[in-house]
């Protein structure tokens, strides 16, 4: 890979799959990056809201670590959180969800790793995996390293059901399949048999040799495999200039720690902030 | 009449074993101050309930005072896990009942309506309905025959939210987001309303610009807390303190250390 970073990559990829009037979210870096970029790029009507919802259906601004003080300015409306999930309900909702694990049915895992009674890991619980499962289309996924502890053949406890054992129930609601996965080796979906993960295409350099090394089971993979579509220069400025020229992307690379946390936390609280909304 | 307390008043109503809701999410506008104050209070055996908890939830457990977390979510948002949450959960000191964040909504909406319980589909086919301590059961609907998931009502016996503003009748202002606090103050049995300042009357610009508007209807005691947030945001009044949020995650288990943190106020 040349002249951009995995990270740029990924945003890219990511953004090319919210479509307009409708809510693009996400709880990390990169899908919010990702939906930013939607918004500056293609999709115009698409609503952004991100951590907090006090300041939604805002315009395209540069990502800080705290937001609510550069998005309240163009922000139209103060969403509450019964309104959010009553958007979900109506199918209203797009995400990218950074999740711990997913497995070769696309279900994931966010809560526990081990045994739930007695985590070997405790991470943050489900959070609004169940739910974003009972309105959205599709949820789809990122991971930052492909790794058989990652990409697992099961997931320890599931918050977002994945294919197969469809329940038997007729409803008016359809549960939302498993989307995309973007990982730092590829892009992959849930459409190999029996709704299995399957290769999309690869990230320049990688081999599907590699991605069956680090992942905890068979994934599918039929012909030749696209090598995944490099970021457009317009793309890079964006990203670079207009959504995130302070490079908070980098907090999801392996540069991430502490130190460049200060860093970008020095800088932002050392620009005036803005008097009350 | 006037709804301003203190937070020893406020606190002398958690009686041991009780249920204690906390506001805000994550590091944003959490009831720290009131958080702090309850660790060094008598009450314990507490039953916590936060759809989204953060530092509040994780120095309680910290300061032993938790028998059971009601929760959908407990952690620092995009900067990193609750470290005595972490410890208690792997260490099987602590009992929890997860729910997503719907769910608890639906259980704060169904507390606040004075219902027994909730249906959703929310939830529905996800590991949340199989832990041992889950509280849904699957109903049918009446109408369709459709298959939900019922969730009981919750009703904390007391609530601490903090927020911008407060008069002193007890209307509150929260000017960020508003989190499940609209529901949670109506589910609460008994509701304490932390505010960085207290008024005799809310200026008329800040009651109606579109923020969260608690009514003194559902506010018990309002308690004025200036920086009651602590190291959380509040908007727009202070962003959340990332050194505190870092050290106390490094060191938070280190129990001189964190001793030592709860003294100081």
Same mark, same amino acid.
């Given at each position: 890979?040349?002249?951009?970073?995995?990270?740029?990559?990924?945003?890219?990829?990511?953004?090319?799959?919210?479509?307009?009037?409708?809510?693009?979210?996400?709880?990390?870096?990169?899908?919010?990056?990702? @939906?930013? $970029?939607?918004? /500056?790029?293609? %999709? *115009? #009507?698409?609503?952004?809201?991100?951590? =907090?919802?006090?300041?939604?259906?805002?315009?395209?601004?540069?990502?800080?670590?705290?937001?609510?003080?550069?998005?309240?300015?163009?922000?139209?409306?103060?969403?509450?959180?019964?309104?959010?999930?009553?958007?979900?309900?109506?199918?209203?909702?797009?995400?990218?969800?950074?999740?711990?694990?997913?497995?070769?049915?696309?279900?994931?895992?966010?809560?526990?790793?081990?045994?739930?009674?007695?985590?070997? @890991?405790? $991470?943050?619980? /489900?959070?609004? %995996? *169940? #739910?974003?499962?009972?309105?959205?289309? =599709?949820?789809?996924?990122?991971?930052?390293?492909?790794?058989?502890?990652?990409?697992?053949?099961?997931?320890?406890?599931?918050?977002?059901?994945?294919?197969?054992?469809?329940?038997?129930?007729?409803?008016?609601?359809?549960?939302?399949?498993?989307?995309?996965?973007?990982?730092?080796?590829?892009?992959?979906?849930?459409?190999?048999?029996?709704?299995?993960?399957?290769?999309?295409?690869?990230?320049?350099?990688?081999?599907?040799?590699?991605?069956?090394?680090?992942?905890?089971?068979?994934?599918?993979?039929?012909?030749?495999?696209?090598?995944?579509?490099?970021?457009?220069?317009?793309?890079?400025?964006?990203?670079?200039?207009?959504?995130?020229?302070?490079?908070?992307?980098?907090?999801?690379?392996?540069?991430?720690?502490?130190?460049?946390?200060?860093?970008?936390?020095?800088?932002?609280?050392?620009?005036?902030?803005?008097?009350?909304? | 009449?006037?709804?301003?307390?203190?937070?020893?008043?406020?606190?002398?109503?958690?009686?041991?074993?009780?249920?204690?809701?906390?506001?805000?999410?994550?590091?944003?506008?959490?009831?720290?101050?009131?958080?702090?104050?309850?660790?060094?209070?008598?009450?314990?055996?507490?039953?916590?309930?936060?759809?989204?908890?953060?530092?509040?939830?994780?120095?309680?457990?910290?300061?032993?005072?938790?028998?059971?977390?009601?929760?959908?979510?407990?952690?620092?948002?995009?900067?990193?896990?609750?470290?005595?949450?972490?410890?208690?959960?792997?260490?099987?000191?602590?009992?929890?009942?997860?729910?997503?964040?719907?769910?608890?909504?639906?259980?704060?909406?169904?507390?606040?309506?004075?219902?027994?319980?909730?249906?959703?589909?929310?939830?529905?086919?996800?590991?949340?309905?199989?832990?041992?301590?889950?509280?849904?059961?699957?109903?049918?609907?009446?109408?369709?025959?459709?298959?939900?998931?019922?969730?009981?009502?919750?009703?904390?016996?007391?609530?601490?939210?903090?927020?911008?503003?407060?008069?002193?009748?007890?209307?509150?202002?929260?000017?960020?987001?508003?989190?499940?606090?609209?529901?949670?103050?109506?589910?609460?049995?008994?509701?304490?309303?932390?505010?960085?300042?207290?008024?005799?009357?809310?200026?008329?610009?800040?009651?109606?610009?579109?923020?969260?508007?608690?009514?003194?209807?559902?506010?018990?005691?309002?308690?004025?807390?200036?920086?009651?947030?602590?190291?959380?945001?509040?908007?727009?009044?202070?962003?959340?303190?990332?050194?505190?949020?870092?050290?106390?995650?490094?060191?938070?288990?280190?129990?001189?250390?964190?001793?030592?943190?709860?003294?100081?106020?």
């Amino acid at each position: 890979m040349t002249g951009y970073t995995l990270e740029e990559l990924l945003i890219s990829r990511m953004a090319r799959e919210f479509r307009g009037n409708a809510i693009g979210v996400g709880a990390t870096i990169l899908s919010d990056l990702s @939906a930013r $970029l939607a918004k /500056a790029l293609h %999709v *115009p #009507d698409l609503f952004l809201t991100t951590g =907090s919802r006090a300041a939604a259906d805002c315009d395209v601004h540069a990502k800080a670590l705290v937001d609510e003080w550069t998005l309240a300015a163009s922000s139209r409306m103060n969403l509450s959180w019964q309104e959010m999930f009553q958007l979900i309900a109506h199918g209203k909702l797009q995400i990218w969800i950074g999740t711990v694990q997913l497995d070769q049915y696309g279900a994931s895992n966010i809560s526990v790793i081990g045994p739930w009674a007695k985590p070997k @890991a405790q $991470l943050v619980g /489900a959070r609004g %995996v *169940p #739910d974003d499962l009972w309105g959205c289309e =599709s949820l789809c996924y990122h991971i930052r390293r492909h790794n058989p502890r990652t990409i697992v053949a099961k997931v320890d406890f599931v918050c977002g059901r994945g294919n197969g054992d469809g329940g038997g129930q007729v409803r008016p609601v359809r549960r939302a399949k498993p989307g995309l996965v973007v990982t730092d080796l590829g892009v992959f979906d849930f459409e190999g048999p029996g709704g299995s993960m399957r290769v999309v295409s690869l990230h320049p350099g990688i081999t599907l040799e590699r991605v069956q090394e680090k992942t905890g089971f068979v994934v599918h993979a039929t012909g030749e495999i696209p090598v995944t579509p490099e970021p457009t220069a317009e793309e890079l400025r964006l990203i670079r200039k207009v959504i995130d020229p302070q490079g908070l992307r980098r907090l999801e690379s392996n540069e991430g720690g502490d130190e460049l946390l200060m860093d970008l936390w020095q800088r932002e609280t050392g620009a005036p902030i803005e008097g009350r909304a | 009449m006037t709804k301003m307390i203190t937070l020893e008043k406020a606190l002398a109503a958690v009686a041991p074993g009780s249920s204690v809701a906390f506001g805000g999410g994550g590091i944003q506008r959490k009831p720290m101050a009131a958080a702090r104050a309850l660790a060094a209070a008598d009450a314990g055996d507490l039953t916590l309930v936060a759809m989204l908890g953060g530092p509040d939830v994780d120095l309680l457990i910290g300061a032993g005072k938790v028998r059971e977390l009601q929760f959908a979510f407990v952690g620092f948002d995009a900067f990193g896990l609750a470290p005595h949450f972490r410890k208690a959960r792997e260490s099987g000191s602590i009992s929890v009942v997860e729910y997503s964040e719907a769910t608890i909504i639906a259980a704060f909406e169904a507390g606040a309506k004075n219902l027994p319980f909730l249906p959703t589909r929310f939830g529905l086919d996800t590991d949340i309905l199989t832990t041992p301590t889950a509280p849904f059961r699957k109903v049918s609907c009446p109408f369709s025959g459709e298959e939900l998931l019922a969730v009981p009502a919750l009703r904390p016996d007391v609530a601490f939210i903090h927020a911008n503003i407060a008069d002193r009748h007890g209307n509150a202002v929260i000017i960020g987001d508003g989190y499940a606090d609209p529901l949670l103050v109506q589910a609460a049995k008994t509701v304490f309303v932390t505010a960085e300042r207290i008024v005799d009357e809310l200026p008329d610009d800040v009651a109606t610009a579109g923020g969260t508007f608690l009514s003194r209807l559902w506010i018990d005691g309002v308690i004025e807390a200036p920086r009651g947030a602590g190291m959380t945001a509040l908007y727009p009044d202070y962003r959340f303190n990332l050194p505190a949020v870092l050290e106390y995650q490094k060191r938070a288990t280190d129990s001189e250390w964190f001793s030592a943190w709860l003294r100081e106020q």
